[in-house]
C-alpha cells in the first residue's frame, strides 16, 4: 500500500487477553476476542504501515503481511512490547492485560481438598504506561473498557496513562459493542479535543480510528 496514510511508519499493536496461570492446567484470563486488536492490525497494513501484532491467546488467524508475536502471559507481552518500542512510530495497545497475576505459581495441579482455597495475587506491570515514560517514547494510544461514565474514565486514562489519545468503549450491560461483539462504538480523545466513532463493524471502527490516529500522530510530528 505505497503512498498510504501511514506510509513509512511502524506501528506496533498489543492484542487479545493474557493468561495468569496458576498452576500447569488452570489460568487466571478475561473475555478479550482480540478482534479489536486484530483489526486494526489490518488497518494499519492498508494504510501502509509496517506493522507488529503482539498477540495474547485468541481464535483469529495473523492478518495478511503484518508480523505476528504470540504470547501468554502479561510479562511475556510486556517484554516483547518493550524490545520493540525503539523501532516504533505508533504503539497502540489494545490488549486486555492480566490486572493481577498469581505469585506463585504450583508445579503440579492443584488437588481439591478444602472447601476454600485461596489464591493470592501480585500486581502486573502497566505496558502503556512503561511506554509512555520512555524517554522516546512513540505516539502512544490507549484503550478503555468502561462500563458507565466513559467520557471521564477515558480522560482521566489519558492523563494517568501519559497516552497521546484513548478511545473508550462501553462493555458489559446492554451495551452494543464490545468485549466478544463484532461492532463497537468509540469516544476517542487526546489534549484538544475528542470525537465519537458511531456503532459500526470492528473493521469499520478500526478504518476509522486509523484514520484519526495518522491525523493526530502528524499533527504533533509536524514542524
Ligand atoms: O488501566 P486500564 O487497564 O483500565 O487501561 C487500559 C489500557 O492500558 C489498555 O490500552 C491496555 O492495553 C493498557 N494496559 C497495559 N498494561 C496493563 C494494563 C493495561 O498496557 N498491565
Redesign the pocket.
Known amino acids: 500500500a505505497a503512498g498510504g496514510l501511514l506510509s513509512g511508519l511502524r506501528v506496533l499493536i498489543?492484542a487479545g487477553p493474557t493468561r495468569e496461570p496458576i498452576d500447569p492446567v488452570r489460568f487466571i484470563g478475561n473475555r478479550s476476542s482480540g478482534k479489536m486488536g486484530y483489526a486494526l492490525a489490518a488497518a494499519a497494513r492498508r494504510a501502509g504501515a509496517d506493522v507488529t501484532l503482539i498477540s495474547g491467546p485468541v481464535a483469529l488467524d495473523a492478518p495478511a503481511g503484518v508480523e505476528t508475536v504470540r504470547v501468554e502471559t502479561?510479562a511475556e507481552m510486556h517484554e516483547a512490547v518493550m524490545a520493540r518500542t525503539d523501532r516504533t512510530d505508533i504503539y497502540i495497545?489494545?490488549?486486555?492485560?492480566a490486572?493481577y497475576t498469581p505469585a506463585r505459581v504450583a508445579d503440579a495441579k492443584i488437588k481439591k481438598h478444602a472447601d476454600r482455597l485461596e489464591l493470592t495475587l501480585s500486581r502486573?506491570?502497566?505496558?502503556?504506561r512503561s511506554i509512555a515514560a520512555l524517554p522516546d517514547k512513540p505516539f502512544v494510544v490507549?484503550?478503555?473498557?468502561e462500563t458507565g461514565e466513559v467520557e471521564a474514565h477515558a480522560r482521566a486514562?489519558l492523563e494517568a496513562?501519559g497516552a497521546d489519545l484513548v478511545a473508550a468503549n462501553e462493555v458489559g450491560g446492554a451495551a452494543p459493542g464490545g468485549f466478544e461483539r463484532d461492532e463497537n462504538a468509540l469516544f476517542v480523545c487526546w489534549r484538544g479535543g475528542e470525537c465519537h466513532l458511531p456503532l459500526a463493524s470492528k473493521t469499520e471502527i478500526a478504518h476509522r480510528l486509523i484514520r484519526l490516529i495518522a491525523e493526530r500522530y502528524y499533527a504533533e510530528n509536524t514542524d
Open positions: 498489543s502479561a495497545g489494545t490488549a486486555a492485560v490486572d502486573t506491570r502497566d505496558i502503556l490507549g484503550f478503555a473498557a486514562k496513562k
